[in-house]
């Protein structure tokens, strides 16, 4: 998606996880935002214009050899520049201030209090409005601290022992110890607009109504008179995909559901049935002992997730040739996929399978990804305006791996059909709450344990659950079920699975677990 005319935060990469939820909440609230890797040139920053640049946390430490730094110059263009975590560090570094590594890290929420500072300019950026000057709570992860501010530069707020914001007003450069994007922190949606609105003194010209008409012409203009391959799992963002692409090209479109059998219960029949109603060619193709054969002894989750990226376009490539060679390959593939399969500056937690396992030699010659700019609430408001139904566009995430990465260990013919059902009780007893999680799921572990079932011994592997309170799937907490919810689950599962005989329920949340176990 190009938004080259929209007021754009940039969003400097240093490896932080939370980066895309820096962005999404700039978006959110109604500002453009793009990320970019942190060694991105001032030419390209100049090119961009950005009303405002936000650097982010990161791993590393600034007196590491190896570590990421940036264009001091950066802070001499008068753009606003805020920096989070890592990127107050950066900050302080670069323009002579001290970072070292704190005796303790803070980890968790903290108590951070603003200065009481007649001097300081005000509004400073964490210090207004009626409430503000008060303590509040803000979510700090780090190790390192700025023990003194560069010259020119205020401290506006510390913890209980350290350095928690500074900032030079007159030069429109900021600080924060602590995380204002995730919503652990008391305002820190507050301290965002702030930045954005009165600092950046941006207008908020970023909205969707457009987005579907601007996209379907940048679609006809990529695809012309070509013939497109969408590969559609049946999930939210390929069938927005697939509803956008039949909008622009409709005689030009094939989508292929490749049902590498790892969907849950009864779900490739679902997909088919939808999808077979719909006035669009629709195929399905049938792969299940394929890719069983593939993933034969693989027990890595990053290699299972590659062999299944490439399989999958393998049998796009066979479907197209068979269809009279078609050039272009159609993905659902949206902005949180590339940013953390194609990390530069941060460790890469999980590939996609659309985007880091695509294999080198494809034959096609163009993608076609008119979803890869925005975030998964993006998408559903983009299907909400395509008119699809409640039910599609709301759907919790399923990852493309599908079954295949909540089995532990290899996959089997015999562990599909354990996880699959007992991934269906899970799904109907959670399904009936009135107040469902944002996605809940069974694991089939490969740790056996003892049991006992109609008095003989049984050593059978563990089943988790795992259902998780979430808005963005990049932290969550785990949802607080009844114990009468838990306790139905498990003995539905034991007495209805035969090869299972314990059930346990994961509590924890993300960070430090992910939502998936692979
Ligand atoms: P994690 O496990 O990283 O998951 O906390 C965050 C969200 O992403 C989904 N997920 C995937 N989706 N391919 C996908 O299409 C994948 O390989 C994949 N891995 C995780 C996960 O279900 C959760 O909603």
Same mark, same amino acid.
């Given at each position: 998606m190009s938004e080259i005319n929209k007021e754009t935060i940039l969003v400097i990469d240093f490896g932080g996880q939370y980066k895309e939820l820096i962005a999404r909440s700039v978006r959110t609230n109604g500002v453009y935002s793009q990320i970019v890797s942190s060694d991105i040139s001032l030419d390209e920053i100049k090119l961009i214009n950005p009303k405002g640049i936000i650097l982010t946390g990161g791993p590393k430490s600034v007196y590491d050899d190896n570590t990421i730094k940036c264009d001091k110059k950066i802070f001499e263009i008068g753009i606003p520049v805020l920096g989070i975590c890592y990127g107050m560090q950066l900050m302080s570094y670069c323009l002579g201030g001290k970072v070292k590594k704190g005796a303790v890290g803070e980890y968790g929420i903290v108590n951070v209090i603003p200065t009481d500072n007649k001097k300081l300019p005000n509004p400073t950026l964490i210090s207004l409005g009626k409430e503000w000057g008060r303590p509040f709570r803000a979510l700090m992860s780090h190790k390192d601290i700025v023990t003194q501010c560069p010259p020119g530069f205020s401290i506006t707020a510390f913890s209980e022992n350290n350095i928690a914001a500074i900032e030079n007003n007159q030069k429109k450069l900021y600080g924060v110890q602590f995380h204002p994007e995730t919503s652990h922190t008391e305002f820190g949606n507050e301290i965002m607009r702030h930045f954005l609105y009165v600092i950046c003194g941006a207008k908020g010209d970023y909205h969707l109504d457009d987005y579907i008409d601007r996209e379907i012409e940048n679609i006809k203009k990529a695809v012309g008179k070509n013939r497109v391959l969408l590969g559609l799992s049946g999930g939210v963002d390929s069938s927005v995909c697939a509803s956008l692409l039949s909008r622009a090209i409709p005689n030009q479109l094939t989508c292929v559901f490749v049902?590498?059998?790892?969907?849950?219960? @009864?779900e490739g029949h679902e997909i088919e049935r939808i999808f077979s109603k719909k006035k669009m060619n629709f195929i399905r193709v049938n792969t299940k002992e394929r890719f069983l054969c593939k993933l034969k002894g693989i027990i890595d989750p990053e290699q299972k997730r590659k062999v299944i990226g490439e399989e999958f376009i393998r049998v796009f490539e066979e479907e197209a040739l068979k269809l009279g060679d078609i050039p272009f390959l159609a993905q659902g593939t949206i902005y949180p996929d590339i940013v953390e399969s194609g990390?530069?500056? @941060?460790?890469?937690?999980k590939s996609h399978h659309n985007v880091g396992c695509l294999p080198k030699n494809m034959k096609f010659s163009k993608l076609i990804e008119p979803l890869s700019g925005l975030f998964k609430d993006e998408v559903r408001i983009v299907g909400r305006k395509l008119g699809l139904p409640k039910s599609l566009v709301e759907r919790q995430p399923f990852p493309g791996p599908g079954l295949a990465i909540r089995i532990i260990g290899e996959i089997t013919n015999e562990k599909l059909d354990v996880l699959s059902k007992v991934d269906a009780i899970v799904r109907e007893e959670i399904g009936r709450l009135k107040t469902k999680p944002n996605q809940y799921f069974a694991v089939l572990t490969n740790t056996p344990s003892v049991g006992v079932k109609g008095d003989a011994r049984t050593y059978d592997p563990v089943v988790a659950i795992r259902a998780v309170i979430t808005s963005d799937f990049m932290t969550c907490e785990y949802a607080t079920l009844s114990h009468k919810v838990l306790g139905k689950i498990s003995n539905r599962i034991t007495s209805e699975v035969s090869s299972i005989s314990r059930v346990v329920y994961d509590i924890t949340g993300k960070p430090p677990a992910t939502i998936e176990w692979e």
């Open positions: 049902d590498h059998g790892f969907m849950r219960l @009864g990390d530069s500056a @941060g460790a890469v937690i």
